[in-house]
């Protein structure tokens, strides 16, 4: 049998190009349906764009934001027997006073900007101005992740330097001598003793004429090359605020802290180092100053409590600090200062 030919196409009808399932739509029409759809068009109909207004970013997602909390055991007393004794089913909580000490480190955790000094000033000697100065920075530095460090800014052969451990022999003259040469921490920390803590220590010279050479100046710039690498400083001053290195602590002090011991002179002595203050012109240290009466008794003479209440009236706030015989004279490491002496010191 012979096949017949298959016509060959001409091409001309546009007829034979239209798809089968299209019907009798129009050649528009398919050109409209091969161009390319917006993303926005093809999804119209199954999500609602965001308006754009939300400041949401991926920094959001912190554990304090979407972790649940953990019920905070309590630390001591009847509450730690409690949960103790119930194998932790029945917790009361941290009581009171521990909520408050948390409060406080959660303070002293603080961010600081740029670097902040601190002088801890005293009329009257043998009051504890080192010992408080170091319980300070034991405490700043052993609650605080940056860098904190004590200046002996004493004149008269200050004793900063021997309450903690030697790791060098380098005195603040030494590092004003270098001063050229220090341009990185690593630097600037061979001249330093660092505590258990992580306080760091710049000791004051022993024989009393070179430390007396050292004026106004001389501690500002010292100050000054602190302040590049440190976040904290805490200056120990001497007792006489009229003499040049105590003036150039206090221009450039942040804030003060007035050590006094529970007695009618030390008091007396104090106040009127705040009087001093404000007649030369600052009183703005004065309104932000912090007094410490230390060592305090629970038997003895002075009325304590009005003591307080004098200087409640011309600081920020009074701090009493109860006697402890083993910071007499001794080494302070950051694991002799707990409980009480912790809280006083934030």
Not at 38 to 54: E, H, I, K, L, Q
Request: hydrophobic share 35%; net charge neutral.
């Amino acid at each position: 049998m012979s096949q017949q030919p298959r016509p060959a196409w001409t091409g001309g009808s546009e007829e034979a190009l239209v798809p089968l399932d299209r019907g009798d739509e129009g050649s528009s029409h398919a050109e409209d349906d091969r161009a390319p759809r917006g993303r926005a068009a093809r999804r119209g109909d199954v999500t609602t764009p965001a308006s754009g207004r939300s400041t949401a970013t991926a920094a959001d997602f912190t554990a304090e934001r979407y972790l649940r909390r953990e019920s905070i055991a309590p630390r001591d007393g009847w509450r730690r027997f409690v949960y103790w004794l119930s194998g932790g089913r029945v917790n009361f909580g941290p009581s009171p006073a521990e909520v408050a000490e948390r409060a406080l480190i959660a303070r002293a955790k603080g961010r600081v900007a740029g670097c902040r000094s601190i002088a801890v000033i005293s009329r009257k000697g043998g009051v504890g101005k080192t010992t408080t100065t170091l319980m300070l920075g034991h405490t700043f530095a052993s609650l605080r992740g940056d860098r904190v460090v004590a200046l002996d800014g004493n004149p008269d052969a200050g004793s900063l330097g021997y309450r903690v451990r030697k790791e060098t022999a380098a005195t603040v003259t030494n590092l004003l001598a270098d001063e050229q040469e220090i341009i990185r921490y690593a630097d600037i920390r061979a001249y330093t003793n660092q505590a258990s803590t992580r306080l760091e220590v710049v000791a004051s010279d022993d024989d009393p004429r070179i430390t007396t050479a050292l004026g106004e100046e001389d501690y500002r710039r010292a100050i000054a090359l602190l302040e590049r690498h440190y976040n904290l400083i805490l200056l120990d001053t001497g007792t006489g605020v009229l003499e040049s290195a105590t003036k150039g602590i206090l221009q450039l002090a942040d804030q003060i802290v007035v050590v006094m011991s529970p007695s009618l002179d030390s008091a007396r002595a104090a106040s009127s180092t705040l009087d001093w203050l404000n007649e030369n012109g600052h009183p703005e240290l004065v309104r932000n100053a912090v007094a410490v009466i230390n060592a305090v008794r629970e038997e003895g003479l002075v009325e304590v409590g009005k003591i307080e209440d004098h200087f409640h009236g011309r600081c920020r706030a009074v701090v009493q600090v109860p006697w402890d015989s083993r910071r007499r004279g001794r080494w302070i490491h950051g694991m002799t200062i707990g409980g009480n002496h912790r809280c006083c010191a934030i």
